[in-house]
C-alpha cells in the first residue's frame, strides 16, 4: 500500500507517532501503540447468509487463512497485563486472500472512540502528555474532557481486564460500507464476540495475577483447543451516523453474522512477525469499503508510517 501524498494526512500522522514517543518512550522495533502482542494462525469461514451483506472474497470463499494480533493498550512493551492502562485490548485480523493480497478488521475492547477526529484526538494526547493523573484538578486533561462529552464518555467507561484474551468482546467502531453482488449497500460496525463467552476479573483478583497472565494464558488454551470467535456486523438504519465513531447506533440495529474465526497455533518466530506485519485499518476488498469516517484515511497513514519505521529497526 502507498504513502499517501496529502501533506497535512503527513504532517498529523507523523505528530501522532511523535506523540506517542513522547508519552511512551521510545522503544524502536515495537508499535508505538499496542506495543505489547502476540500472533496467532487459524482459519476463518463465513456464516450462511453472510452473501447477502457482502460480496467479498473471504465470504464468497469456503475458508481463509487468518492471522490475528492480540495486544495491550499503549507503547510500553514489557506492559504488566494486571496494569488498568493495558486496556482497551486489542485484536486485529488479517484475511489471507492470496499471496500478498489480504484485508484486515482491527477492533479494540471498549465500543467507541473518545474523538470524532484525529486532530481532536491528538488534543487528548498532548492534554493527557500535559496531566497528571492523579490530580487532574485544574489539568489540560480536565480542561479537555470537561469540553468533550464523547472523550469524558470513554474514559469513564468500564474497561476490566479480561480473564483471558479469549473472553473478551471486541469492537471495529469505525463503520464501514458492505456491497452485496446486487449493488446493495450498507454501514455495518463489526463486533467480535468470543464463543467462550466473555468473562472479565475483578480489580483485586487482577492484580494478584503474573505481569504475562494473558500472554501466558493464550498459550497454553491454544495447545489444548481452538480458541473460536463469531465476527457479527450490527447494521445501520438509512440516516444512522456511520462517520463518526463516538456516535453508538442503537442496540435494536440488526445484527448479521458474518463468519467464525477458528485459531488453533501460535505463529514461530512470533517477535520476528510482530515486527513485520503492518495491520491496515482501510479494507481495500472488493464488497468492502471504507465510510467517510476521518479516523480511517489517517490510521491507515499513522500505521504505514509506523510499521515502515518498526521493519527498519534491528530485529526484536
Ligand atoms: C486517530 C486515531 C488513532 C490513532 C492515531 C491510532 C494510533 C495507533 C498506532 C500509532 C498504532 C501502532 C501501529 C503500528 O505501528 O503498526 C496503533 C495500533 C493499534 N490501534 Fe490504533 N489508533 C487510532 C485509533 C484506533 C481505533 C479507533 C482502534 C479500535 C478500533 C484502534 C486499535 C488499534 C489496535 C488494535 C492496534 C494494534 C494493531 C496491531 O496489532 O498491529 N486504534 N494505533
Same mark, same amino acid.
Not at 27 to 52: D, Q, S, W, Y
Not at 91 to 103: D, M, P, Q, S, Y
Given at each position: 500500500? %502507498? ?21 511512551? *518512550?521510545?522503544? &524502536? ?19 450462511? *447468509? ?12 469456503? !475458508?481463509? %487463512?487468518?492471522?490475528?494480533?492480540? #495486544?495491550? #493498550?499503549?507503547? $510500553?512493551?514489557?506492559? &504488566?497485563?494486571?496494569? %488498568? ?7 486485529? $485480523? ?14 479494540? #475492547? ?7 477526529? *484525529? ?42 481486564? &479480561? ?5 473478551? !468482546? ?18 455495518? /460496525?463489526?463486533?467480535?464476540? %468470543?464463543?467462550?463467552?466473555? +468473562? ?18 493464550? @498459550? ?10 463469531? $465476527? ?26 458474518? *463468519? ?7 505463529? @514461530? ?5 510482530? +515486527? ?7 479494507? /481495500? ?20 508510517? !509506523?510499521?515502515?519505521?518498526?521493519? !527498519?529497526? &534491528?530485529?526484536?
Amino acid at each position: 500500500m %502507498p504513502l499517501p501524498t496529502d501533506e497535512k494526512l503527513l504532517a498529523l500522522s507523523n505528530d501522532f507517532i511523535k506523540q506517542f514517543d513522547t508519552i511512551f *518512550g521510545e522503544h &524502536p522495533g515495537f508499535r508505538p501503540a499496542h506495543a505489547k502482542g502476540i500472533l496467532l494462525a487459524g482459519t476463518f469461514t463465513p456464516a450462511p *447468509g453472510a452473501e447477502a451483506l457482502t460480496k467479498a472474497p473471504h465470504i464468497a470463499h469456503e !475458508s481463509t %487463512p487468518v492471522t490475528v494480533r492480540f #495486544s495491550n #493498550s499503549t507503547g $510500553i512493551p514489557l506492559i &504488566p497485563d494486571t496494569d %488498568p492502562n493495558a486496556n482497551p485490548r486489542g485484536l486485529a $485480523i488479517r484475511f489471507n486472500l492470496a499471496e500478498h493480497v489480504h484485508t484486515d478488521i482491527i477492533s479494540h #475492547s471498549t465500543d467507541g472512540f473518545p474523538t470524532h477526529t *484525529g486532530q481532536e484526538f491528538l488534543e487528548l494526547l498532548r492534554a493527557l502528555a500535559a496531566s497528571d493523573p492523579a490530580n487532574l484538578a485544574g489539568s489540560p486533561l480536565e480542561a479537555f474532557l470537561g469540553s468533550h462529552p464523547a472523550a469524558l464518555a470513554f474514559v469513564q467507561a468500564p474497561k476490566p481486564a &479480561p480473564a483471558s484474551f479469549a473472553t473478551e !468482546s471486541y469492537f471495529g467502531v469505525t463503520a464501514m460500507q458492505f456491497i452485496n453482488k446486487d449493488g446493495v449497500k450498507k454501514f455495518g /460496525r463489526y463486533r467480535i464476540i %468470543p464463543e467462550a463467552g466473555n +468473562q472479565h476479573l475483578d480489580d483485586a483478583t487482577t492484580k494478584a495475577k503474573s505481569a504475562n497472565y494473558l500472554f501466558e494464558e493464550i @498459550a497454553k488454551r491454544i495447545g489444548k483447543e481452538p480458541v473460536k470467535f463469531k $465476527i457479527v456486523v450490527q447494521v445501520a438504519n438509512d440516516g444512522d451516523v456511520a462517520d463518526d465513531a463516538t456516535i453508538h447506533w442503537p442496540e435494536d440495529r440488526k445484527l448479521v453474522e458474518f *463468519g467464525t474465526v477458528s485459531l488453533t497455533a501460535v505463529v @514461530a518466530d512470533n517477535d520476528h512477525e510482530q +515486527q513485520r506485519i503492518i495491520f491496515d485499518p482501510i479494507p /481495500r476488498v472488493d464488497g468492502i469499503e471504507p465510510s467517510a469516517d476521518p479516523l480511517l484515511e489517517l490510521r491507515a497513514a499513522v500505521y504505514l508510517i !509506523s510499521g515502515r519505521r518498526r521493519r !527498519s529497526a &534491528p530485529a526484536q
